[in-house]
C-alpha cells in the first residue's frame, strides 16, 4: 500500500491533487492561450518530452483536457473540458499575482485585453452577490456536510526536466513566478491554512496532518520566497510563527478559486467541505473574477492574450 498523508477534507486539496504542480499549471496556461498540439507546449514551455507526456494523460484522465484525433487522425489535439475551462479564474488570478510580485528574466508575462471594453485587463476577484471585492479578512468560515479526514496519496510528479531557452530568448507566458513559488500542492496547502488562521507549526500540523519534515520544508521555502515572514513568541526554548507578508496575501484570490472550482467538480455526495460567507453582505460566498475596468465577469472567449510590445 502507498504510504498517505491525512489531510482535513478540503476543495483546495483536492483540486491540487489534479493540478497542484507547475507543469500541470504551465500546460493550462497554455491551453488558455490556444495550446493544443504536443509541440506547441514543448516549445513554448520548456518541458522534456516525457514530462509533458505524463502531465496531459493525467489532465485527461482526470477531466480537465479531452484527447480528439484531427487531420483524419494523423494528429491529436488536447482541448479543454468544461471542468477545464472552469479553471480560468484561477489562472487569472495566477497572472494578476504574477503581475504584482514576478521578475523571472527570460519569461515575459502575457499581456492581457478585454475585448467587451477594448482596454487593458486587470482581473479583480469580487463577490459575486454584492459586487465588493473579496478580502480575506471580509470571509468567514464554517464546516460544510463534508466536513472530515480523508486519505490523499502525495503524487509522484518531477518538478525539473526543463528544457532551458536559448541564449536571448524571450517565452511570453500566462504564469511567471507563481509556478515556480506556488506549483507544489503542499506548499499551497500550508499557506491556506494562514488564511483559516494558523500561526504556529502545531496549528498547521493539526489541520492537515502532513509529515513535519514536508511542513518544516515548505514553511522555510515560504519564508525564503518571500510569502511568510517568521516572529520569535517565546524564549527558552526559541519558539517561532509565521505571519503572511502582503506578498503572500496576494494569493488568497487562488485560494478562493480553487476552493470554488473544486467544490463545483470534486465534491463527494456528503457536499462541499466549507462553507464561505461574506461579511459585508452576508451571503454565501460566490467569488468571480470581473474586468477592473467595466466590472463584467471575465469569460476566455472575452479576453485575448497577447505578447508585451
Same mark, same amino acid.
Given at each position: 500500500?502507498?504510504?498517505?498523508?491525512?489531510? /482535513?477534507?478540503?476543495?483546495?486539496? $483536492?483540486?491540487?491533487?489534479?493540478?497542484?504542480?507547475? =507543469?500541470?499549471?504551465?500546460?493550462?496556461?497554455?491551453?488558455?492561450?490556444?495550446?493544443?498540439?504536443?509541440?506547441? !507546449?514543448? #516549445?513554448?514551455?520548456?518541458?522534456?518530452?516525457?514530462?509533458?507526456?505524463?502531465?496531459?494523460?493525467?489532465?485527461?484522465?482526470?477531466?480537465?483536457?479531452?484527447?480528439?484525433?484531427?487531420?483524419?487522425?494523423?494528429?491529436?489535439?488536447?482541448?479543454?473540458?468544461?471542468?477545464?475551462?472552469?479553471?480560468?479564474?484561477?489562472?487569472?488570478? @495566477? !497572472?494578476? @499575482?504574477?503581475?504584482?510580485?514576478?521578475?523571472?528574466?527570460?519569461?515575459?508575462?502575457?499581456?492581457?485585453?478585454?475585448?467587451?471594453?477594448?482596454?487593458?485587463?486587470?482581473?479583480?476577484?469580487?463577490?459575486?452577490?454584492?459586487?465588493?471585492?473579496?478580502?480575506?479578512?471580509?470571509?468567514?468560515?464554517?464546516?460544510?456536510?463534508?466536513? #472530515?479526514?480523508? +486519505?490523499?496519496?502525495?503524487?509522484?510528479?518531477?518538478?525539473?526536466?526543463?528544457?532551458?531557452?536559448?541564449?536571448?530568448?524571450?517565452?511570453?507566458? *500566462? @504564469?511567471?513566478?507563481?509556478?515556480?513559488?506556488?506549483?507544489? $500542492? !503542499?506548499?499551497?496547502?500550508? *499557506?491556506?491554512?494562514?488564511?483559516?488562521?494558523?500561526?504556529? @507549526?502545531?496549528?498547521?500540523?493539526?489541520? !492537515?496532518?502532513?509529515?513535519?519534515?514536508?511542513?518544516?520544508?515548505?514553511?522555510?521555502?515560504?519564508?525564503?520566497? &518571500?510569502?511568510?515572514?517568521?516572529?520569535?513568541?517565546?524564549?527558552?526554548?526559541? /519558539?517561532?510563527?509565521?505571519?503572511?507578508?502582503?506578498?503572500?496575501?496576494?494569493?488568497?484570490?487562488?485560494? *478562493?478559486?480553487?476552493?470554488?472550482?473544486?467544490?463545483? =467538480? *470534486?465534491?463527494? +455526495?456528503? &457536499? $462541499?467541505?466549507?462553507?464561505?460567507?461574506?461579511?459585508?453582505?452576508?451571503?454565501?460566498?460566490?467569488?468571480?473574477?470581473?474586468?477592473?475596468?467595466?466590472?463584467?465577469?471575465?469569460?476566455?472567449?472575452?479576453?485575448?492574450?497577447?505578447?508585451?510590445?
Amino acid at each position: 500500500m502507498p504510504k498517505t498523508n491525512l489531510i /482535513r477534507t478540503n476543495s483546495v486539496a $483536492r483540486a491540487l491533487a489534479i493540478i497542484g504542480d507547475r =507543469w500541470s499549471l504551465l500546460i493550462l496556461g497554455g491551453a488558455f492561450q490556444g495550446m493544443r498540439r504536443f509541440g506547441d !507546449w514543448r #516549445g513554448r514551455i520548456g518541458i522534456a518530452s516525457n514530462i509533458l507526456t505524463n502531465r496531459l494523460e493525467r489532465l485527461v484522465k482526470a477531466g480537465c483536457l479531452k484527447k480528439v484525433k484531427v487531420e483524419d487522425g494523423r494528429w491529436h489535439e488536447y482541448r479543454l473540458t468544461q471542468m477545464g475551462a472552469e479553471l480560468y479564474p484561477t489562472a487569472l488570478m @495566477f !497572472w494578476r @499575482f504574477d503581475r504584482l510580485w514576478s521578475d523571472r528574466g527570460n519569461l515575459q508575462l502575457a499581456a492581457l485585453s478585454h475585448v467587451s471594453c477594448c482596454d487593458d485587463v486587470h482581473p479583480e476577484l469580487v463577490c459575486g452577490h454584492c459586487r465588493r471585492p473579496v478580502r480575506s479578512h471580509d470571509v468567514r468560515y464554517e464546516d460544510g456536510p463534508g466536513a #472530515g479526514f480523508e +486519505k490523499m496519496p502525495p503524487p509522484k510528479l518531477s518538478r525539473r526536466s526543463a528544457v532551458a531557452p536559448a541564449p536571448g530568448e524571450c517565452r511570453q507566458t *500566462l @504564469f511567471g513566478e507563481s509556478v515556480d513559488v506556488l506549483g507544489d $500542492r !503542499w506548499t499551497q496547502l500550508v *499557506l491556506a491554512s494562514f488564511f483559516l488562521g494558523a500561526r504556529r @507549526f502545531d496549528e498547521i500540523l493539526g489541520q !492537515w496532518k502532513i509529515a513535519t519534515n514536508i511542513l518544516a520544508g515548505r514553511l522555510k521555502t515560504s519564508v525564503q520566497a &518571500g510569502l511568510l515572514q517568521r516572529r520569535l513568541y517565546q524564549r527558552g526554548p526559541d /519558539r517561532y510563527e509565521y505571519l503572511l507578508t502582503p506578498k503572500g496575501m496576494d494569493i488568497y484570490p487562488i485560494v *478562493l478559486t480553487l476552493t470554488r472550482w473544486g467544490d463545483r =467538480w *470534486l465534491a463527494t +455526495k456528503a &457536499g $462541499r467541505p466549507l462553507v464561505l460567507y461574506h461579511k459585508p453582505c452576508g451571503q454565501v460566498l460566490d467569488p468571480i473574477v470581473v474586468c477592473d475596468r467595466c466590472a463584467r465577469e471575465l469569460q476566455p472567449h472575452e479576453v485575448s492574450i497577447r505578447s508585451r510590445d
